[in-house]
């Protein structure tokens, strides 16, 4: 297999988290999508949490598998900027994984708790990892051989 080839897992993470987005709001009675958190969708306790967990069981594997590829394909790369912002992904990639399993949203718990608290901390730093990527990607890919990925990245963050 070439390294190429596990771009898919990168595919195949992103219909995963689209489907877990979509798919389990019909499981939670009262979900409103501009007033509460996708993290709510997961959340211990939460009507949905069965269904979401299913659903965005590919997300974490598969967007690792994809990223890592991307930071072994990257080694080669000039720009330093572009590295760093691949650098970057890829720990905010880590970051979601990780952080989420440990610490999920727990429905019921006031914000100050400690598993709340810390999941809060896991989002600030998952949302600065991926602006700084972005920024990064954005830079760095305008002089190398993927200009295309900077203007992909400024659209990112233009959503985020």
Not at 19 to 36: C, E, K
Not at 50 to 70: I, K, Q
């Amino acid at each position: 297999m070439k390294l190429q080839h596990l771009g898919i897992c990168g595919i195949i993470s992103l219909l995963s988290y689209t489907a877990m987005v979509v798919f389990s709001p019909l499981a939670y009675p009262g979900y409103d999508w501009l007033s509460m958190a996708v993290s709510d969708l997961s959340a211990v306790g939460a009507p949905s949490s069965a269904l979401a967990e299913r659903l965005n069981a590919l997300f974490g594997p598969c967007a690792v598998v994809s990223v890592m590829a991307v930071c072994v394909g990257g080694t080669g790369c000039r720009s330093k900027l572009l590295k760093a912002g691949i650098g970057c992904f890829a720990a905010m990639e880590w970051v979601t994984v990780v952080g989420y399993k440990m610490f999920p949203l727990v429905q019921g718990e006031t914000v100050s708790s400690f598993q709340n608290a810390m999941h809060i901390a896991v989002t600030a730093l998952v949302v600065l990892l991926s602006v700084v990527s972005l920024a990064l990607v954005a830079i760095g890919a305008r002089k190398g051989p993927f200009p295309a990925l900077g203007g992909w990245s400024v659209a990112c963050l233009a959503v985020m």
